[in-house]
């Protein structure tokens, strides 16, 4: 059974990769023009199968890097950098713009009704970073139990991003531009320092003194 302090942290790196509070004025851009009945199947689809991609990851992740020959220690450092680099991008507000592309992109090439697959399932809530970082998290915790538990603390950051969409106009109003641009760095130095951890752990898993 993982411990209390391995979930927080489980909770945390996923919570910060997926970023709600981000999510919600991409998700408004998205919708512009649903009904709220249209706008909350979109959510609770999107939120749906990016659980489920997570939740895959987060069961047989670790055998396909296996099967592949590569470590969990290589896999870390690798996860762990891939982070930090997310982390930079929220810190100098470049990831937002990289997100921003990904909707207007959809927005001309998929029609509406597949916009709760992409872009809001992938890769705006399940990207590469959350997938990473799922990863990671499952290699720290090998038993069936704790790959259970893992999943449930999944289940909850979805909540939460569910929630966050749900709420989305309203969310977007209240932080405003400057909410968002403070709350975003301060997420993206957390993430820095959770990338960091994973790459000394990693370094200490393939190169064991």
């Known amino acids: 059974m993982a411990t209390t302090e391995a979930l927080i942290t489980a909770f945390t790196t996923l919570l910060v990769t ?3 509070p981000g999510l919600a004025p991409l998700f408004v851009g998205l919708t512009q023009g649903m009904t709220p009945s249209q706008r909350r199947q979109v959510a609770l689809r999107g939120s749906l199968i990016a659980f ?10 670790a055998s396909v890097l296996g099967l592949l ?3 969990i220690g290589a896999f870390r450092i690798a996860g762990g950098l891939m982070l930090f680099a997310i982390a930079f991008e929220m810190i100098f507000e470049k990831r937002q713009e990289r997100k921003e592309k990904t909707k207007e992109d959809a927005i001309t090439k998929d029609h509406i009704q597949n916009l709760a697959v992409f872009p809001l399932a992938l890769p705006l809530i399940a990207g590469p970073g959350a997938i990473s970082a799922t990863i990671l998290i499952a290699g720290s915790m090998p038993g069936a139990i704790e790959r259970t538990q893992l999943i449930g603390v999944i289940a909850v950051c979805l909540l939460l991003v569910l929630a966050a969409l749900l709420i989305a106009d309203r969310l977007d109003r209240i932080l405003g531009i400057t909410g968002r ?15 960091v951890q994973f790459v000394v752990d990693g370094i200490k898993s393939a190169f064991p003194v």
């Open 69 to 71: 020959g590569i470590s």
């Open 18 to 20: 997926v970023d709600p």
């Open 52 to 61: 489920c991609i997570l939740a895959v990851f987060a069961v047989f992740g």
């Open 181 to 195: 641009a403070i709350l975003t760095r301060l997420l993206g130095v957390i993430l820095a320092a959770l990338s």
